[in-house]
């Protein structure tokens, strides 16, 4: 079975400064997607960041980047420049490839104080 | 464009109304999602349907019945909920099963 951990409940961070999320998993597949999802207060979940598992480079997208570390199978998320528009719920997620199930972590909540 | 679309965004319904979400997409993607959200924890799959085919269904009891009609859209039927059911109903859809879900703004659901 597979197991997606997030060890932080609740962050904050200032504005304009760098954060990281930690996030954890089990599996035994060498085949997967890991992903990050934003769920700010509107309550739409909104995709961050994607990265393959077969790829050594780690994912980028604007201020935000992943530390994939596949042996260590642990998948950190570092914000950058952090905006108040940051504040939300972050979801960890994984998922096999071809899979019907999405795994998620318990989340979580960044405040992003002005 | 990843747009899903969800309608109503919030329903008020007494436990012996009959009611439907609805969930669109016009991306072209085979596999559609329901998912519920209570607060402050991570959505719980409920249907996943590929090619219009129902694919999974999580045990979930009989009260919610989901519907494809087409590929592009998403019914979820309820009918006789009890209170515990309020929450926020996702609709997620993705390529192919397996490959990056794409979330609606949900429905916010209160039974009273």
């Known amino acids: 079975a597979q197991t997606v951990t997030q060890s932080q409940p609740e962050m904050s961070v200032q504005e304009a400064e760098t954060v990281t999320l930690s996030c954890t998993y089990d599996?035994?597949?060498?085949?997967?997607?890991l992903f990050w999802y934003k769920q700010p207060p509107s309550r739409q979940m909104i995709l961050v960041i994607r990265q393959e598992a077969y790829k050594q480079q780690n994912a980028t997208e604007n201020r935000f980047s992943v530390n994939f570390q596949k042996a260590a199978k642990s998948f950190s998320l570092k914000i950058s420049d952090s905006q108040l528009g940051d504040t939300a719920m972050y979801f960890c997620a994984f998922s096999k490839t071809g899979a019907n199930n999405l795994f998620f972590g318990t989340g979580t909540r960044l405040t992003v104080i002005p | 464009d990843t747009e899903v679309t969800q309608t109503p965004k919030h329903l008020v319904m007494g436990m012996t109304n009959k009611k439907s979400l609805k969930c669109e997409q016009h991306m072209g993607h085979r596999a559609m999602y329901w998912y519920k959200q209570k607060a402050k924890k991570p959505p719980e799959l409920m249907f996943v349907?590929?090619?219009?085919?129902?694919?999974i269904n999580e045990s979930v009891p009989s009260r919610f019945s989901p519907e494809c009609p087409n590929s592009s859209l998403l019914n979820l039927h309820l009918h006789a909920l009890q209170p515990e059911d309020s929450a926020l109903y996702l609709c997620?859809?993705?390529?192919?099963?397996?490959?990056?879900?794409?979330f609606g703004p949900g429905t916010r659901l209160l039974v009273l």
């Open positions: 349907y590929s090619y219009e085919k129902l694919s």
């Open positions: 997620a859809s993705g390529i192919r099963l397996g490959e990056t879900q794409y």
């Open positions: 599996t035994s597949e060498s085949n997967y997607y």
